[in-house]
């Protein structure tokens, strides 16, 4: 699921790292699809803030989420 980082400024991806999966910008070792993953299965996203210890804005990991489910929703698998 590509992520948008014009968009999105706080996910970005490196190939090579974390085996190039997009990562939180200011978390850079904890995957976008952590955070989409934990937030869908009940989780908040401040026990996912706190959980991981993420620098990353709670507005910003929200809007990553938000926008990851507005994508499942149009084409699910």
């Given at each position: 699921?590509?992520?948008d980082?014009t968009?999105?400024p706080?996910?970005?991806?490196?190939?090579?790292?974390?085996?190039?999966?997009?990562?939180?910008?200011?978390?850079?070792?904890?995957?976008?699809?952590?955070?989409?993953?934990?937030?869908?299965e009940?989780?908040?996203?401040?026990?996912?803030v706190?959980?991981?210890?993420?620098?990353?804005?709670?507005?910003?990991?929200?809007?990553?989420?938000?926008?990851a489910?507005?994508?499942?929703?149009?084409?699910?698998?």
């Amino acid at each position: 699921m590509p992520i948008d980082r014009t968009r999105y400024p706080a996910v970005r991806t490196k190939p090579g790292y974390i085996s190039g999966a997009a990562a939180l910008m200011n978390d850079p070792r904890v995957p976008a699809e952590t955070v989409i993953v934990n937030i869908g299965e009940g989780m908040t996203a401040e026990e996912v803030v706190e959980l991981f210890g993420l620098k990353t804005p709670l507005t910003d990991v929200l809007a990553v989420y938000t926008h990851a489910k507005a994508k499942r929703l149009a084409h699910p698998v």
